[in-house]
């Protein structure tokens, strides 16, 4: 029995088919018939449904429906649809069809639909009218063919000139079959991870299969490059196509030739990464030239989340040039071990370690990094901290390492151990209400510091045989480098705080005070005497426990005051000048005197002169300070700022604040209590950003005395002798500022219309011509560019000779693109003092469907390389390339290493 039902015009048709064969009433075909709902399974009463009529269900219906919904199949279509009902039940569909079941959804121009089968059949009009092939859907992956046969029950299909989309990759296959969602076999396959119109290089196989889109295996393969097959064959091969770094696997290596003894030819981050677990990862590289030269650098990392992360990095080369029995022979070793730490104990205790250990030499043999080859020092450190649950009390634990390579000077600061206590105030009362008294608000402060002190300075600096770690454990290895015998010091100090704040009850003048108590405990004290055969003073270790302690008061003046101008100028109203002068005085005895114990005096020479010296000032925290200070210290801070007022075309005025200067202060001080140059220098700084997107820091210093011939000053002011009111002494400034212009999101913006599959049965398709068309026919291009500029400027002055001075202008982070695919970053600088370039690099990138071309190099100074590059973007068959004869030579390096950039 065939029943043919047509709907004319662009509505949808939605159809539900019975499990037994319903009554049906012709439909009026002059008339528009209501969208018609059928769903597979379910029972219906006799009479049938008419088209273009709505029929009422019955409650049991409605629940039947409700329990089949899970395993209901939905179609629809545009233009019309046809049923058969013979020995199978058969749906045609035409126009946008669309049909969908939990397992998939399938769009085409015509549907076949086998109820009977749970089958869906969809074909293309042609091969070559790609509109037209249906598409297939499943958890978001498209499968696009020109021939479709589906059943949505088992979930398996075959298609035929099929299209797949893999994670990081495309597959097109002659003939596909799915017995499952997660296994499909190919015959004739192409994987490639360019798109399928931009195939620029491809494998081509046989017999392939995908399990879980993740993995693909394939037999009788050829590599493509631009449909030029590759003369070699691969009788079976496998594709990660879902890489992940968690994979343990060779990495990359790469062919190098570096026109120098100490290299030659060689090979390049030949190496292996080793995945062990979700928390912990290692990786080994090596780089091994044909002169003998190798540098080696592995790397593990660890991590647990919320508990504590870290790595451990070594690194050692051992560069050589010509044979050891030519002459002229060198070998140079460079070693390097760095680790990182940090973990979470409890959530009031932490414990953190950045340990760098290395020889002078190794970033400037082994690094592209300009930070890193310009760094002349090294540093590490050991922290643990804790802190009281209610903030009673905080402790600390740690240790740090400083290397100096120039001087090759060594400094181990710790075991250094901080206790501080919470601010507390002794007479804090509970009256609330009450006119609060002076004496209520008296904060104390308490910690104390434990600290020991590790110096190694050999006197053969870098021709000593002996390092700083041996002679760290050996006191006689040490006096015999150093030539002295103050090999480890400790001292442990106490500070106490007693201030009060708002002493005058006053809104216009701020009255502080306070009392600070230093106590130094020390387990040796020096002793100098003065040797007359050899005419010098000797310094001695006397070993006993000793204490002393000093003290000091201060007291100060701080208030604010306004100026206000109504003063205009074009957008800008008023101007507001704050005025935050502070004065304060200090006292502190002078513990050089006799009563005290601390100082000494002694003979330096044969005349029978003699000098004071401290018997602690070789101490780890020093100790009490010679003369006595009755010292007024005073400044004042300058704060300027305005109003800028706008007015647009309504009338609405909108007003902002502006700082024109957001601090302009001088400082100076006088000591009473010396016998001669009472003034110390005076300091000013500016600081302003009050034009957009510039900030601006000047600083100056200056002295108000005149100098002798030595360049000593003395007591007499300089403008006394000279037209100057003060001596300049150093001057600084520098100004900032990013920069960024271009950028997207100027002019009109052009969109690509969403994809829609060819239908001929749907006329909509054909839409009215786009009315921007040859008005705007090109999208504009606008290149975006950032870059951050500073220069700074410094000038020291020095008697009797050219000041010194130093101007460098550097523009950081250059970043642009020349065209929409090339990218250009890169940094500059220059020094007007030397009129030179400073070192640069520069990194040039051009991004191409499925390749990446980047150029770097760096033209200027001592350190000039090039390096470049051609990679395919995924990273999935890259190894295969890098690998593969004649194609392993699209990376080229030249440097004075070799080693090709790895951070920029």
């Given at each position: 029995m065939l029943i043919l039902f047509v709907f004319i015009g662009s509505r949808n048709v939605h159809a539900q088919v019975e499990t037994e064969q319903p009554q049906i009433t012709p439909p009026d075909t002059t008339s528009s018939a209501s969208p018609l709902n059928t769903q597979q399974g379910g029972e219906q009463p006799p009479g049938g449904i008419p088209a273009g009529a709505n029929t009422q269900q019955t409650a049991q219906n409605r629940s039947a429906d409700r329990q089949a919904v899970e395993d209901a199949v939905n179609f629809q279509a545009r233009d019309s649809l046809t049923f058969t009902f013979g020995e199978q039940r058969i749906a045609m569909l035409y126009g946008a069809a669309n049909v969908s079941h939990e397992s998939g959804n399938l769009k085409a121009g015509t549907v076949e639909l086998n109820l009977d089968k749970s089958q869906l059949q969809a074909t293309a009009s042609s091969a070559q009218d790609t509109l037209s092939h249906p598409v297939l859907?499943?958890?978001?992956?498209?499968?696009?063919?020109?021939?479709?046969?589906?059943?949505?029950?088992?979930?398996?299909?075959?298609?035929?000139?099929?299209?797949?989309?893999?994670?990081?990759?495309?597959?097109?296959?002659?003939?596909?079959?799915?017995?499952?969602?997660?296994?499909?076999?190919?015959?004739?396959?192409?994987?490639?991870?360019?798109?399928?119109?931009?195939?620029?290089?491809?494998?081509?196989?046989?017999?392939?299969?995908?399990?879980?889109?993740?993995?693909?295996?394939f037999t009788n393969a050829r590599l493509f490059i631009l449909d030029i097959p590759y003369p070699l064959i691969f009788p079976f091969g496998y594709v990660p196509a879902g890489f992940e770094q968690r994979r343990s696997g060779l990495l990359e290596?790469?062919?190098?030739?570096?026109?120098?003894?100490?290299?030659?030819?060689?090979?390049?981050?030949?190496?292996?990464?080793?995945?062990?677990?979700?928390?912990?990862?290692?990786?080994?590289?090596?780089?091994?030239?044909?002169?003998?030269?190798?540098?080696?650098?592995?790397?593990?990392?660890?991590?647990?989340?919320?508990?504590?992360?870290?790595?451990?990095?070594?690194?050692?080369?051992?560069?050589?040039?010509?044979?050891?029995?030519?002459?002229?022979?060198?070998?140079?070793?460079?070693?390097?071990?760095?680790?990182?730490?940090?973990?979470?104990?409890?959530?009031?205790?932490?414990?953190?370690?950045?340990?760098?250990?290395?020889?002078?030499?190794?970033?400037?043999?082994?690094?592209?990094?300009?930070?890193?080859?310009?760094?002349?020092?090294?540093?590490?450190?050991?922290?643990?901290?804790?802190n009281h649950p209610e903030n009673l009390y905080n402790f600390s634990v740690s240790s740090n390492l400083n290397q100096q390579f120039a001087t090759n000077t060594t400094r181990l600061t710790g075991p250094e151990m901080n206790f501080s206590v919470r601010q507390f105030s002794p007479f804090e009362s509970d009256n609330t209400g009450m006119e609060e008294q002076w004496y209520e608000r008296v904060t104390v402060n308490y910690r104390n510091n434990f600290s020991s002190r590790y110096t190694f300075q050999p006197t053969a600096a870098d021709s000593a045989k002996i390092n700083w770690f041996d002679a760290l454990f050996d006191p006689q290895k040490y006096e015999e480098a150093t030539g002295n015998d103050d090999h480890l010091q400790?001292?442990?100090?106490?500070?106490?705080?007693?201030?009060?704040?708002?002493?005058?009850?006053?809104?216009?003048?701020?009255?502080?005070?306070?009392?600070?108590?230093?106590?130094?405990?020390?387990?040796?004290?020096?002793?100098?005497?003065?040797?007359?055969?050899?005419?010098?003073?000797?310094?001695?270790?006397?070993?006993?426990?000793?204490?002393?302690?000093?003290?000091?008061?201060?007291?100060?003046?701080?208030?604010?005051?306004?100026?206000?101008?109504?003063i205009k100028a074009g957008s800008f109203e008023g101007l507001r000048h704050t005025v935050r002068p502070n004065i304060s005085f200090s006292y502190r005895p002078d513990f050089s005197s006799d009563q005290w114990g601390i100082y000494r005096e002694v003979q330096r020479d044969t005349l029978g002169n003699t000098q004071e010296y401290s018997i602690f000032e070789d101490a780890v925290f020093g100790g009490p300070g010679a003369g006595e200070q009755r010292?007024?210290?005073?400044?004042?801070?300058?704060?300027?700022?305005?109003?800028?007022?706008?007015?647009?075309?309504?009338?609405?005025?909108?007003?902002?604040?502006?700082?024109?200067?957001?601090?302009?202060?001088?400082?100076?001080?006088?000591?009473?209590?010396a016998d001669s140059l009472n003034f110390g220098r005076m300091n000013v700084s500016l600081s302003s950003s009050a034009v957009n997107n510039f900030r601006i820091r000047a600083s100056a210093g200056y002295s108000f005395y005149s100098r002798d011939e030595n360049g000593r000053e003395i007591d007499r002011f300089i403008w006394q002798d000279t037209n100057k009111f003060l001596q300049p002494l150093n001057y600084s400034l520098s100004v900032s500022t990013d920069i960024t212009l271009g950028g997207r999101g100027r002019g009109a913006r052009i969109t690509t219309p969403e994809y829609r599959p060819y239908d001929p049965y749907d006329q909509t398709f054909f839409s009215p011509v786009d009315t921007r068309f040859f008005s705007q026919p090109v999208q504009g291009y606008s290149s975006g560019f950032r870059m951050g500029l500073d220069f700074s400027y410094r000038w020291t002055y020095r008697h009797g000779r050219d000041a010194r001075k130093s101007a460098v202008l550097n523009a950081n982070n250059i970043q642009f693109n020349l065209t929409p695919k090339w990218s250009l970053r890169t940094r500059l600088g220059y020094d007007f003092i030397e009129k030179e370039l400073t070192p640069s690099q520069f990194s040039l990138n051009r991004q191409m469907v499925c390749w990446n071309l980047s150029f770097n190099f760096n033209p200027f100074g001592e350190f000039q390389y090039y390096a470049f590059r051609l990679s395919l973007s995924g990273g999935q068959i890259q190894s295969l390339f890098q690998k593969l004869p004649l194609l392993n030579n699209l990376e080229r390096s030249s440097s004075p290493n070799g080693r090709v950039p790895r951070r920029y």
């Open positions: 859907t499943q958890d978001d992956q498209e499968l696009r063919s020109t021939r479709i046969l589906f059943n949505y029950e088992t979930e398996r299909g075959k298609f035929e000139v099929a299209e797949i989309n893999v994670p990081d990759g495309h597959l097109i296959g002659t003939k596909v079959k799915n017995v499952s969602r997660n296994e499909v076999f190919i015959e004739d396959g192409i994987y490639s991870t360019c798109p399928p119109e931009h195939m620029y290089y491809y494998i081509q196989a046989k017999r392939m299969k995908v399990v879980d889109e993740e993995e693909i295996f290596p790469t062919y190098a030739f570096q026109n120098t003894s100490a290299r030659g030819i060689g090979l390049q981050n030949l190496g292996w990464f080793q995945y062990f677990s979700d928390y912990f990862t290692a990786q080994t590289s090596f780089d091994i030239f044909t002169s003998g030269t190798f540098f080696n650098e592995s790397r593990m990392q660890y991590r647990k989340t919320g508990d504590f992360n870290g790595s451990v990095t070594i690194g050692y080369s051992k560069e050589r040039g010509l044979e050891p029995t030519d002459p002229g022979f060198t070998e140079t070793t460079t070693k390097r071990i760095s680790v990182n730490h940090s973990q979470e104990l409890s959530p009031y205790a932490s414990l953190s370690a950045n340990i760098n250990l290395r020889t002078a030499d190794y970033f400037r043999r082994n690094s592209f990094d300009l930070d890193e080859r310009a760094e002349t020092s090294t540093t590490s450190r050991v922290s643990y901290r804790y400790y001292g442990f100090i106490q500070r106490a705080q007693v201030s009060a704040g708002q002493l005058i009850p006053s809104r216009f003048l701020n009255v502080s005070a306070g009392i600070n108590y230093n106590e130094y405990w020390y387990p040796a004290t020096i002793r100098k005497e003065f040797n007359e055969e050899e005419n010098r003073v000797e310094t001695f270790k006397e070993r006993s426990f000793a204490t002393t302690r000093d003290f000091s008061t201060n007291l100060s003046f701080n208030t604010t005051f306004y100026g206000i101008s109504q010292t007024m210290s005073f400044g004042v801070t300058n704060i300027l700022e305005t109003k800028r007022v706008r007015r647009d075309s309504t009338g609405e005025v909108k007003s902002n604040n502006l700082r024109l200067i957001d601090n302009l202060s001088a400082t100076s001080s006088y000591n009473f209590a």
